[in-house]
């Protein structure tokens, strides 16, 4: 009779300890992706309600072609300040960035390394995001290719960077490659750069990877989206 017994409590454990995974990966698969898109749409939405708000810089009489931009305001951490669009990734892909890379922020959005560069700016703008989970906003990565275009609005500018490298695969450790001329970069002298990160296999951690670019050109809000966003 105890042997039936146990053999009962065992099985029901099992089957206890199967429901728990099989909701664990519910949570992770779907679950986390809600909840970030949600939180990312609500991050953008307030951004462009706030850019409404602000009274509209002057009219230039013509774009700045990989001129120096405006310098941004100095950016408040946990806050978004950007949205990023990369054609590569999808027509309708478009995520906010926020300040910091702390767990809570890339929950929201994609997020900008603190001690790099603002954009535009001399130095190396460098941004993390998730691979998989929270939105998978980097989950195609890989297929970024030199020359795609990395467009970033902010209240008053359009910046448009250009991919200059086939992700490069390296690990947690080197953190060199958000340095203002990474070593490992095709960058030999100070500019205006991009670096994205996200993290290598798909569903692990193990590794990074690594794409660069340079700022190609700028364009004032007030005279509507570059040409890498207006097909």
Known sequence: ???????????????????????????????????????????????????????????????????????????????????????????????????????????????????????GQQGNFSVAGHRRTYGDPFKDFPELRPGDAVVLRDDTTWYTYRVDNVPYRTVPSDIGVIDPVPAKSPFRSPGRYLTLTTCDPEWGSSHRLIAWGHLDSTLPVTQGKPTALAG
Not at 12 to 23: D, F, K, P
Not at 32 to 56: E, H, R
Request: charged share 15%; hydrophobic share 40%.
């Open 1 to 119: 009779m105890s042997v039936r017994i146990l053999v009962r409590s065992f099985s029901e454990l099992c089957i206890t300890v199967g429901t728990l995974i099989v909701l664990f990966v519910v949570y992770v698969l779907y679950w986390t992706g809600v909840q970030a898109d949600s939180a990312a749409s609500d991050q953008i939405s307030g951004l462009q309600q706030q850019w409404a708000q602000q009274s509209p810089p002057p009219r230039p009489a013509a774009p700045q072609q990989a001129a120096q931009p405006p310098a941004p305001a100095a950016y408040t951490e946990g806050r978004s300040f950007a949205v990023m669009y990369i054609p590569r990734l999808g027509k309708d892909w478009h995520k906010p960035v926020l300040e910091g890379t702390a767990v809570k922020d890339l929950q929201k959005g994609l997020g900008h390394y603190a001690n790099t560069a603002r954009l």
